[in-house]
Structures are given as structure tokens and as C-alpha cells.
């Protein structure tokens, strides 16, 4: 058995692709910890797994209003934290550890831990090609303005774990790039979608964005005149109370999503990885609203759109230009079948196998696996 730690940061749909990460660690015997922002405290609880907060690191919160250039910066900030680094190193040094798994995202920590020698992998949660380019546009150049190489920092470790899916990627990766795969497929079921009068699931991102609420309104009122039943969740960034609610509509702070998927005929999403993905493990089209256009999401929606299993608008589209593109997938247009097809893929797909593969790589050796039913 290995002792390993894992090491994030509250950002959003950042920590999902974690737990998976350390459920199939699990499977292989592995003891695992995590080091981690305060709001994932509950969600690592719950999944049985012992975490600790850091004690150095500047405060973290996913949920703070502000504009675009505001939430840059503070995500900046948080990325290029030495006193996040000081505390994964810290942490791993406190319990002998045999594998430090750090979010790609904390590129000090990724740096710093590399630098003493320790055996780390980044956990890459949305496409490499992404991350490839980001670090060398306007995020790289405010990460060197703290100190930081974020190119440098993304290819500095031996493994790095890839837990998008590999149709959306673009161009190839490079040497010790291993993906796993969408981690949200192990669960997902091919959904059986209620023909009669089809549901329709919205999600938004559970990070605060600027014009998140008001796209959450257009979104209903575009849904409300058709013949659809509407679940939509708000996360923590959007007031339910602050909504106008249609009669075919049902709006809740959050729900386990997996429930919807299995009978759902659409997804109207913003262009987050991991709503994106799970919804496709699902083989369920999704419709993409981008909403914060410094992250992966334009991404996302550019990919959703190449791959023919959904349909991509801005974030500020009008109700009835969503009203159109809502129909023309929920009609017989060929998103349903591309997105079909695309589960089936993703559900196949053996994330352990291609973990054991990378770990091996790094001199962990694998154990019998034994995935629970």
C-alpha cells in the first residue's frame, strides 16, 4: 500500500476529478489524504478520506464577487502561493509519503515540490491542450509577474494525469502526459431519455462569475414556453429566491446531477469540464453558454461544437436565440446520436488501467484492483 497525498485548492469543479482521483487510488490499495481549502472540507469527508487545511496559504474563496479582472488576479494570486507550497511540502515531509498528487492549477506548489526531489504528478482536470496554451497568453505572463514559470511548472513533473476527454484535446501531448480519460463516466449509465415531455437539466458554474444570474433568467424564460420539464441548479453563486420561475421549471441549490442525466434529453450548460463531461458520460447533448472567457470554457463549447454533440452560444445570447438552439437538439438533429455514441466511448474507457500504467512509470507499483459494483 502507498501513502499518498493530494494536494488542492477551492476553484471550483476542480475537486470532483480529485475524488475520483483518489477513489481509484483506492481500488489499488492505496491510502490517500488530501491537503485542501476549508469549503471542500465536507465533500473530502464524505468520501472518506482525512484532510487537512493549510496553514500557510492565503485564504481561498470560489464564491467572492467581483468583475472579471478582479477574479484573475485572485486566482493568480492563489495559484503562484508560496505558502501553499511551503505546506504540501510541509505535509508530505509529516507522514512519509510515496506519491504527492498536486492540482496543475497550483503551479508554486507543483514547482517547489519538484524541486525538493518529492514524487510528484499534477492532476490535469480539463484539457492538456488548454493548460498548454494558457501559459503562454495573459495568465502565464501575470503568473511570472509573481515569480512563477507557469509553463515551466506545468511540464515540470514526470506524470501528469489527464482527466479530459481525448476527443476534445487538440493536437498531441508530450512526453509523461498519461490520460485517464473523463473520471465522471465510471458512474454515468447510457440515459433513457422521457420522450414524451423530455428533461431538460441547467447547471451553471458553483464559482461566482459576473452575468451568471442573468443568463440563469434567460435560460428559464427561453425554456419556459416549450413542452419540457426544467431541473435547474444554482450552486452557492446564484440566489433560487432571486429568480423568476416558469411553471414547467424546478430550481434547487444542488442536486446529485448523475439522478437527472439518466432520464435527461439536453443539457444547458456553461462550458465547465466536468458538468460538460458527465453530462456526455450520460450520452446526453449538451448546449454550451460560456461564461467566463479566461478559462477553459470558450474551450469547452468550441469542442462540444467540433465533435457534433451539442451546440455552442454566447454567454449573453438572448432567450430566444437559446429557445432555437434548445429545440434543434431536442428534434431528431444529429447532436443526439454524436453524443450517444461519445458516451458509449467514455463508459468503456478503463481509467485504472491507464493510472497503474503512469504510476508504474514513476517506480509505484501497481496492485490487484478491485473496483466495488
Given at each position: 500500500m502507498s501513502e499518498v497525498l493530494i494536494a488542492t485548492l477551492d476553484a471550483g469543479g476542480n475537486l470532483p476529478p480529485a475524488l475520483a482521483l483518489a477513489r481509484l487510488l483506492g481500488e489499488r490499495g492505496d491510502h490517500v489524504r488530501f491537503l485542501s481549502s476549508p469549503a471542500q472540507h465536507d465533500a473530502i469527508h464524505r468520501a472518506g478520506h482525512p484532510v487537512r487545511t493549510y496553514s500557510s496559504a492565503a485564504p481561498v474563496d470560489s464564491r467572492r464577487t467581483g468583475g472579471l479582472p478582479a477574479i484573475a488576479w485572485r486566482q493568480?494570486?492563489?495559484?503562484?502561493?508560496?505558502?501553499?507550497?511551503?505546506?504540501?511540502i510541509a505535509e508530505a515531509s509529516r507522514v512519509p509519503t510515496d506519491l504527492v498528487v498536486i492540482d496543475c492549477l497550483m503551479v508554486a506548489a507543483v514547482r517547489d515540490a519538484v524541486a525538493t526531489g518529492l514524487p510528484v504528478v499534477s492532476l490535469v482536470?480539463?484539457?492538456?491542450?488548454?493548460?498548454?496554451?494558457?501559459?503562454?497568453?495573459?495568465?502565464?505572463?501575470?503568473?511570472?509577474?509573481?515569480?512563477?514559470?507557469?509553463?515551466?511548472?506545468?511540464?515540470?513533473?514526470?506524470?501528469?494525469?489527464?482527466?479530459?476527454?481525448?476527443?476534445?484535446?487538440?493536437?498531441?501531448?508530450?512526453?509523461?502526459?498519461?490520460?485517464?480519460?473523463?473520471?465522471?463516466?465510471?458512474?454515468?449509465?447510457?440515459?433513457?431519455?422521457?420522450?414524451?415531455r423530455p428533461v431538460v437539466l441547467v447547471s451553471l458554474s458553483t464559482t461566482y462569475l459576473p452575468g451568471q444570474a442573468g443568463a440563469m433568467q434567460r435560460i428559464l424564460?427561453?425554456?419556459?414556453?416549450?413542452?419540457?420539464?426544467?431541473?435547474?441548479?444554482?450552486?452557492?453563486?446564484?440566489?433560487?429566491?432571486?429568480?423568476?420561475?416558469?411553471?414547467?421549471?424546478?430550481?434547487?441549490?444542488?442536486?446529485?446531477?448523475?439522478?437527472?442525466?439518466?432520464?435527461?434529453?439536453?443539457?444547458?450548460?456553461?462550458?465547465?469540464?466536468?458538468?460538460?463531461?458527465?453530462?456526455?458520460?450520460?450520452?446526453?447533448?449538451?448546449?454550451?453558454?460560456?461564461?467566463?472567457?479566461l478559462i477553459d470554457q470558450p474551450w469547452i463549447a468550441q469542442a462540444v461544437e467540433r465533435t457534433g454533440v451539442g451546440r455552442r452560444l454566447p454567454g449573453r445570447a438572448s432567450a430566444a436565440r437559446i429557445r432555437a438552439a434548445a429545440e434543434a437538439i431536442l428534434g431528431d438533429g444529429p447532436e443526439r446520436a454524436s453524443a450517444r455514441a461519445l458516451g458509449e466511448r467514455m463508459?468503456?474507457?478503463?481509467?485504472?488501467?491507464?493510472?497503474?500504467?503512469?504510476?508504474?512509470?514513476?517506480?509505484?507499483?501497481?496492485?490487484p484492483r478491485s473496483r466495488p459494483e
Amino acid at each position: 500500500m502507498s501513502e499518498v497525498l493530494i494536494a488542492t485548492l477551492d476553484a471550483g469543479g476542480n475537486l470532483p476529478p480529485a475524488l475520483a482521483l483518489a477513489r481509484l487510488l483506492g481500488e489499488r490499495g492505496d491510502h490517500v489524504r488530501f491537503l485542501s481549502s476549508p469549503a471542500q472540507h465536507d465533500a473530502i469527508h464524505r468520501a472518506g478520506h482525512p484532510v487537512r487545511t493549510y496553514s500557510s496559504a492565503a485564504p481561498v474563496d470560489s464564491r467572492r464577487t467581483g468583475g472579471l479582472p478582479a477574479i484573475a488576479w485572485r486566482q493568480v494570486a492563489a495559484f503562484a502561493d508560496r505558502g501553499a507550497a511551503a505546506d504540501v511540502i510541509a505535509e508530505a515531509s509529516r507522514v512519509p509519503t510515496d506519491l504527492v498528487v498536486i492540482d496543475c492549477l497550483m503551479v508554486a506548489a507543483v514547482r517547489d515540490a519538484v524541486a525538493t526531489g518529492l514524487p510528484v504528478v499534477s492532476l490535469v482536470h480539463t484539457m492538456w491542450s488548454f493548460f498548454e496554451a494558457t501559459v503562454r497568453g495573459p495568465f502565464g505572463l501575470l503568473l511570472r509577474a509573481r515569480g512563477v514559470d507557469a509553463g515551466a511548472a506545468l511540464h515540470a513533473p514526470a506524470v501528469k494525469l489527464v482527466t479530459a476527454m481525448p476527443e476534445f484535446e487538440r493536437g498531441t501531448a508530450g512526453d509523461g502526459v498519461h490520460r485517464l480519460g473523463a473520471l465522471e463516466a465510471r458512474d454515468a449509465r447510457a440515459a433513457v431519455p422521457v420522450e414524451e415531455r423530455p428533461v431538460v437539466l441547467v447547471s451553471l458554474s458553483t464559482t461566482y462569475l459576473p452575468g451568471q444570474a442573468g443568463a440563469m433568467q434567460r435560460i428559464l424564460d427561453a425554456l419556459a414556453p416549450l413542452p419540457v420539464d426544467v431541473v435547474a441548479t444554482t450552486g452557492p453563486a446564484i440566489d433560487p429566491g432571486s429568480l423568476r420561475v416558469p411553471a414547467n421549471a424546478r430550481v434547487e441549490r444542488s442536486l446529485p446531477h448523475d439522478e437527472v442525466l439518466r432520464r435527461a434529453s439536453l443539457v444547458v450548460g456553461h462550458g465547465g469540464h466536468g458538468t460538460t463531461a458527465r453530462a456526455l458520460a450520460h450520452g446526453v447533448p449538451v448546449l454550451v453558454l460560456p461564461m467566463n472567457p479566461l478559462i477553459d470554457q470558450p474551450w469547452i463549447a468550441q469542442a462540444v461544437e467540433r465533435t457534433g454533440v451539442g451546440r455552442r452560444l454566447p454567454g449573453r445570447a438572448s432567450a430566444a436565440r437559446i429557445r432555437a438552439a434548445a429545440e434543434a437538439i431536442l428534434g431528431d438533429g444529429p447532436e443526439r446520436a454524436s453524443a450517444r455514441a461519445l458516451g458509449e466511448r467514455m463508459r468503456s474507457n478503463d481509467p485504472g488501467a491507464a493510472l497503474d500504467r503512469a504510476l508504474e512509470a514513476m517506480g509505484v507499483p501497481a496492485t490487484p484492483r478491485s473496483r466495488p459494483e
